[in-house]
């Protein structure tokens, strides 16, 4: 043993099913049968190791193509899967050219300037690019203006070797919203200036709203690890990815009147049993899961109580037979039992903040 070894149970844990998440892959893979299927791994892949995860589609579910936010994580992707396809959304910026270059990562191009950029330095066309088309959500991409001014531009065109246009959804967790359908027509139209190029509209909300919206590419990321991009609509075939478990670190008694936590947001109105739990907001579980939060033990779905600290929960475990728990009975704050919509539901924090909020200090387990 050495000073850098550490105790297997020091810390809470975060198990990622790998295996899932090939699963899930293949799935959405399968809804959008008549399109490539990407994969979008930003965020360390949505805080579940984008090293890892890449490696696994790559390598096990035959995914060709990911897409990541900035120029950093596309550099340490490319380590990981050298021969991939992969684009930045952020786009390219002067200082960045020669890094896109040297490692083979294409910019997704947002702006008239980040299409200039691109054109002058690939004088000869042949360095694959996206661009990015704006249909309403109002954040990256050519304005309505701009495209009009894009689609015009020959020789501008001639330049580029352009091997993906896209858009992106704005409510695409609300089939029902019209919101969808006008994006849709904006991209179809915008899509008949580039019949020969491939095409991509879809994350995984948009894969569930069905074939029209697929194009030739989807990019799921949401769904691939284990979220339910369609609220109030089960997500059919959808294994959950990530399992983050905890310990008892105490047990104690209360009588009635004696509150918990910082600020005593809770008292007990009865006497009662509490355990305290060995994860707080450091891991990654917010204060929004102040006296609302759930947990799972022995079967029994137990509420949280009190503020959430930096290290440490306290959990009402009252229902449960004493005997049936002690100090390091383990505790589920995430995983088969409390789903990522329901720790949405509960806390407001939408499934993508849940998953990005984990932190480095969990003990990982890839499985």
Known sequence: MTADDFPPDCRATLTINLGAVITN????????????????????????????????????????????????????????????????????????????????????????????????????????????????????????????????????????????????????DDAANPMNSQQLNKFTAIRQHFPDVAASLANSGGILLGPDYH????????????????RGKEAENIDPVCRISGRILQLRQLESGQTVGYGVSWTADRPCHIAIINIGYADGYPQLFNNCG???????????????????????????????????????????????EMASEVSTLSQYEILTGVRERYQRIYQ
């Open 25 to 172: 892959y293949k799935h959405c893979g399968k809804l959008a049968s008549t399109a490539e299927c990407a994969a979008v791994v930003k965020a360390n892949a949505y805080g579940m190791g984008s090293e890892q995860v890449a490696r696994t589609l790559f390598n096990q579910a035959g995914c060709r193509s990911f897409f990541v936010a900035n120029l950093t994580e596309a550099i340490t992707l490319r380590r990981v899967v050298p021969t991939a396809v992969i684009y930045v959304l952020n786009g390219i910026f002067p200082a960045h050219t020669d890094y896109f270059i040297h490692h083979n990562i294409r910019p997704v191009l947002n702006d008239p300037g980040q299409i200039k950029l691109w054109s002058e330095l690939d004088q000869t066309g042949t360095r694959p690019c996206a661009v990015h088309f704006d249909t309403g959500i109002n954040r990256l991409g050519l304005s309505s203006e701009e495209t009009r001014s894009f689609v015009t531009d020959t020789a501008l065109r001639k330049k580029l070797n352009i091997a993906l246009i896209m858009s992106h959804l704005a409510c695409a």
């Open 215 to 230: 194009f030739d590419l989807v990019r799921p990321g949401l769904m691939i690890f284990g979220g339910n991009p369609h």
């Open 294 to 340: 759930r947990v799972y033990i022995n079967g029994r779905m137990l509420p949280v109580i009190g503020r959430v600290s930096m290290d440490m929960i306290a959990v009402d475990v009252s229902e449960l037979n004493p005997d049936e728990i002690n100090v390091r009975t383990g505790v589920e704050l995430l995983g088969e039992h409390i789903t990522l």
